[in-house]
């Protein structure tokens, strides 16, 4: 599952230094030294941040989601293989197997039952599986299901997205924002070192899902005193506040390392000998996600970049600020160690499929839907760099994430690997989304 830390009091470099200070790999080894103020808190942009609840991306453009003409759905010649896509239907149709009968999501103003989403995954599967031809594909889709797409607040399909380079908009319709994310690999060690002194956390025995009767706002807490109250930020756990459970799976020696898994929600662990353990999602401690580059980038500190590069900005800053700029986000993901061959799992508890599997915000996208996504991707290069080109094709709802609000939000799994890791951070487009459910 794609999840996604101390509000404290930062420092800068004593007068006369410069700023930003000069970048380098690995941390000092020597405790920080007593510094100043930290900049940001000149800021105005860090006072919204310190206070409130959350600090998205972006503030949500689109809200909802409206019966769409099944006939103009945009043509598509998928632009990934046809095995890819029948895996993703088959994960639907698993999903809406284990669902019982009485079982029922809701679609903008329409609702559906599991029996008809079982029916309709299934066919839908026939079809693809079929050796049809594209136009008869398209033909079958527009007689047999019904479409919704993602719109704008006031219903105009108006849009303003976000100057995003390469990015695809499209007219007369709700933009929606695309993302990626990927099976993060990280560096780390068994035991603790002078350098990797930063514990990968499993999830603590008195960590609580909680439901809906609980009358709380978040998603994970523990009782304190009776009362169920959000887990310990990010930066309490960093402080040692879960020190002496027995809870760390590996160490690193970067914080940012670590929110790098976290916020893809899965990883690959690489020690020194070559050999790796796998991680995944198993739980969180309840914070709201705060995005650290949304505000260097609000506050000037930073220039627009991807996220690749925003991790090496991190781990290179000095004299424990990386640490303290991590814990600005108070959310911390808990991992659990799964099988070395094991593939990355969705919200849906089940494998997710590179390229077709997004993360939707599940209210007003439920899971186990077919969708068709036309937007713009990245390219990697031989000889580096990036390209980028236009594409449509098939995917399907299998996760979701902390940072992935409203329909207008989605986020593709891209695999794992360099490649994905190159593309999958440079991903950002604005572009279209329909949802494909039974008449």
């Not at 993703?88 to 679609?107: G, H, M, Q």
């Not at 009767?213 to 506040?241: C, K, N, P, Q, W």
């Not at 207008?408 to 951070?425: C, K, L, Q």
Request: include cysteine; charge should be neutral.
């Amino acid at each position: 599952m794609r999840p996604w830390p101390l509000l404290l009091t930062l420092v800068m470099p004593a007068a006369g230094s410069d700023w930003p200070p000069a970048l380098r790999l690995e941390g000092a080894e020597e405790p920080p030294a007593a510094l100043a103020a930290e900049p940001l808190e000149a800021c105005p942009k860090f006072r919204l941040f310190s206070e409130s609840e959350s600090y998205p991306d972006e503030a949500p453009a689109i809200k909802d989601v409206s019966p769409f003409p099944p006939a103009d759905l945009p043509a598509f010649a998928d632009d990934l293989d046809r095995p890819g896509l029948l895996k993703a239907l088959e994960t639907n149709l698993a999903y809406w197997k284990a669902r019982p009968d009485s079982y029922r999501i809701t679609v903008g103003k329409d609702s559906f039952a599991a029996p008809a989403m079982r029916a309709a995954s299934a066919r839908l599967l026939g079809i693809f599986s079929s050796g049809l031809t594209p136009a008869r594909e398209r033909e079958l889709l527009a007689a047999e299901f019904r479409a919704y797409r993602a719109v704008a607040d006031d219903g105009s399909g108006r849009h303003s997205p976000q100057s995003v380079p390469g990015a695809l908009r499209p007219a007369g319709s709700g933009a929606v924002t695309f993302t990626g994310y990927y099976e993060a690999e990280i560096p780390a060690t068994r035991a603790p070192t002078s350098e990797s002194r930063y514990p990968l956390n499993l999830r603590p025995a008195d960590l609580v899902k909680t439901t809906p009767a609980m009358g709380v706002d978040f998603d994970y807490g523990h009782y304190v005193d009776g009362a169920m109250t959000r887990h310990l930020s990010s930066g309490e756990i960093y402080a040692g506040g879960l020190s002496g459970q027995g809870l760390e799976a590996a160490w690193s020696a970067h914080p940012a390392h670590i929110m790098l898994a976290q916020i893809q929600g899965s990883g690959v662990l690489r020690f020194p000998d070559g050999d790796h353990l796998k991680i995944g999602f198993d739980g969180a401690n309840g914070h709201s996600f705060k995005s650290v580059q949304r505000l260097l980038m609000d506050c000037g500190e930073v220039p627009s970049m991807n996220f690749q590069d925003f991790i090496v900005y991190l781990s290179r800053q000095e004299n424990g600020r990386e640490e303290r700029l991590v814990s600005l986000n108070p959310r911390y993901i808990f991992f659990r160690v799964k099988d070395k061959e094991a593939q990355p799992q969705g919200a849906i508890g089940m494998p997710l499929i590179p390229g077709r599997s997004i993360a939707v915000d599940p209210k007003p996208v439920p899971y186990g839907l077919p969708v068709v996504i036309k937007t713009r991707r990245p390219v990697a290069q031989p000889g580096g760099g990036l390209s980028f080109r236009d594409f449509t094709r098939m995917a399907a709802t299998h996760d979701t994430g902390s940072a992935i609000r409203g329909p207008g939000r989605v986020d593709i799994f891209w695999g794992g690997g360099p490649i994905a890791e190159r593309e999958a951070s440079s991903m950002k487009a604005s572009g279209e989304l329909y949802l494909i459910l039974p008449k």
